[in-house]
T-cell receptor
Framework: RKEVEQDPGPFNVPEGATVAFNCTYS??????FFWYRQDCRKEPKLLMS???SGNEDGRFTAQLNRASQYISLLIRDSKLSDSATYLC?????????FGKGTRLHILP | NAGVTQTPKFQVLKTGQSMTLQCAQD?????MYWYRQDPGMGLRLIYY???????DKGEVPNGYNVSRLNKREFSLRLESAAPSQTSVYFC?????????????FGAGTRLSVL
């Protein structure tokens, strides 16, 4: 099993829709979790941390399921500007592991 | 508000040429990283430096060398460039709070080796 796995997509979603994608991780001892966003030909940027209790930031909700070893990102009322690649990041104590990303296209 | 600054932004090399990619951060972070990103491969770690004076190999170190010149600067050198090193290179620095590592990236260097 790969350390961090994501569906590469692309997810083609109409504007205004809700979209969700998951990321699985292999190390049950992983400590912390994040979602990053990467626009085309740009650097990755932190979108949000993921907490065990789940957390929201505006239209974005992140969840962690330790029992099944996955994290999720839900985007509500999607905007054209949400089109990007979303990278899942898992921290072990001394290691930072990036997923390969899920591409999201929001369609007008 | 500079954050992580990389130079150059673009570079074209001929096979066998050498060059150094520069990276500097002004956030007083201890750890710095060099990644390469290729289509379909995601980010792959080349080298990292946990603190000033230390460097360690990552997943794909062959063909590269690094220097942690001081706390601010971490450079990546290609001694004899090969077409397989055509890629986008990102430098990052790390803010660590307990087990939480948040990485801040530079804007990247787009390198083509002909």
């Amino acid at each position: 099993r790969k350390e961090v796995e994501q569906d590469p997509g692309p997810f083609n979603v109409p504007e205004g829709a809700t979209v969700a994608f998951n990321c699985t991780y292999s190390n049950s001892a992983s400590q912390s979790f994040f979602w990053y966003r990467q626009d085309c030909r740009k650097e990755p940027k932190l979108l949000m941390s993921v907490y065990s209790s789940g957390n929201e930031d505006g239209r974005f909700t992140a969840q962690l399921n330790r029992a099944s070893q996955y994290i999720s990102l839900l985007i509500r009322d999607s905007k054209l500007s949400d089109s990007a690649t979303y990278l899942c990041v898992v921290n072990d104590w001394n290691k930072i592991i990036f997923g390969k990303g899920t591409r999201l296209h929001i369609l007008p | 508000n500079a954050g992580v600054t990389q130079t150059p932004k673009f570079q074209v090399l001929k096979t066998g040429q050498s060059m150094t990619l520069q990276c500097a951060q002004d956030m007083n972070h201890n750890s710095m990283y060099w990644y390469r990103q290729d289509p379909g491969m995601g980010l792959r770690l080349i080298y990292y430096s946990a603190s000033e004076g230390t460097t360690d190999k990552g997943e794909v170190p062959n063909g590269y060398n690094v220097s942690r010149l001081n706390k601010r600067e971490f450079s990546l050198r290609l001694e004899s460039a090969a077409p397989s090193q055509t890629s986008v290179y990102f430098c990052a620095s790390n803010a660590k709070t307990g087990a939480k590592n948040i990485q801040y990236f530079g804007a990247g260097t787009r390198l083509s080796v002909l």
